[in-house]
């Protein structure tokens, strides 16, 4: 059971959950899907000087340059940050796997940081080899610590179950 400080003292961003794979997580995260451009950045921007430490976008937001430089401008040091973000082009098939590492390094290079806390599968899409060959490759980037945690994002039960099957490592962000 995880207890949730209620004593109106303790700051947002200090409540936390542990993730399957140890990775510590602030449990309240502030979503950025529909925001852009300087509405973008001054959402993030409020949203940490609030004391949100947990950042949620995604490739297909079109925003991780604006999250990237309210990041940058906010004056959080990144180890007290959490950023997730998600692959949506090779999710759905719009871009071959081979591109995910390229992908993802352009999404690193627009939120200015050399590391995302979880790298989700935006959409279940692929299906066999594809899927496999996928989230080998975000492994891969795991495992090169440019990845602290492995997730996936609308999902199903049989989707969770065929990745489960082929995964070395197991998606811990649902």
């Known amino acids: ?17 542990t993730l399957a794979n140890g990775v510590r ?6 979503g950025t899907w529909k925001l852009e451009g300087e509405a973008c950045y001054k959402a993030v921007r409020w949203a940490l000087e609030l004391g949100v430490r947990h950042i949620d976008t995604a490739e297909a937001y079109g925003n991780e340059a604006d999250v990237g430089r309210a990041v940058a401008d906010s004056g959080v040091p990144r180890d007290q940050l959490f950023i997730a973000t998600k692959s949506t082009s090779v999710a759905l ?37 594809e899927l496999q060959a996928v989230w080998r490759e975000m492994e891969a ?6 990845i602290r945690a492995l ?14 099957a082929i995964a070395k490592h197991k998606p811990v962000y649902l």
């Open 1 to 17: 059971a995880v207890r949730v400080p209620s004593d109106g003292q303790t700051p947002i961003g200090a409540v936390e959950f």
């Open 25 to 30: 997580m602030p449990a309240i995260g502030f």
């Open 93 to 129: 098939g719009m871009a071959g796997p081979s591109y995910l590492q390229a992908i993802f390094a352009g999404q690193l290079q627009a939120l200015r940081t050399e590391y995302v806390d979880v790298y989700m599968l935006h959409a279940a899409g692929l299906k066999a080899e």
């Open 141 to 146: 980037l795991h495992e090169a610590g440019r």
């Open 151 to 164: 997730g996936v994002s609308n999902f199903g039960v049989a989707d969770l179950e065929e990745l489960w």
